[in-house]
């Protein structure tokens, strides 16, 4: 089983490879044609779960490829482009901005980049603050 889901992982990081467009995002044109070509490619019962790694892969994928960023107030001009270049370079990929009002963070940014959150936030300190005193 485990060596059937490594095969199945790797098929669907290859058609990720191919759905990356010049630019190295994913293109919908490209997931669309691959998308067209797996059932002639991959029949019956094994298209199924080909399917599901794809979906997981390529999702991963975009949320990787997005930095949402959250803020408080007024997000000055140039920040959002400035935060996003700041996280095309960590991860050495193009990281467009999502930037999107939160008023619940009282102040400072939230950035997530797939999985991973960076809290410069009011909110987040008061809560890491809060934790630490609950823990003393």
């Known amino acids: 089983m485990a060596?059937?889901?490594q095969t199945l992982r790797k098929h669907a990081a290859r058609l990720v490879e191919l759905a990356r467009g010049a630019d190295g995002r994913i293109d919908a044109?490209?997931?669309r044609a691959i998308l067209a070509e797996l059932p002639r490619a991959f029949p019956g019962a094994a298209l199924r779960p080909l399917l599901e790694a794809f979906y997981a892969a390529v999702a991963r994928e975009l949320r990787f490829s997005e930095a949402r960023i959250e803020f408080a107030g007024?997000?000055?001009?140039?920040?959002?482009?400035?935060?996003a270049a700041?996280?095309?370079a960590l991860?050495?990929?193009t990281v467009a901005p999502v930037a999107t009002e939160?008023?619940?963070l009282l102040g400072g940014v939230r950035v997530q980049v797939g999985d991973d959150v960076y809290?410069?936030?009011?909110?987040?300190a008061l809560a890491r603050l809060r934790?630490?005193?609950a823990a003393a």
């Open 74 to 83: 007024t997000l000055p001009a140039g920040t959002a482009d400035a935060l």
């Open 131 to 133: 934790a630490s005193l």
């Open 3 to 5: 060596k059937k889901n």
């Open 29 to 31: 044109a490209r997931v």
């Open 102 to 104: 939160n008023p619940a």
């Open 91 to 93: 991860y050495r990929r």
């Open 86 to 88: 700041h996280f095309s």
């Open 119 to 124: 809290d410069a936030s009011l909110a987040g």
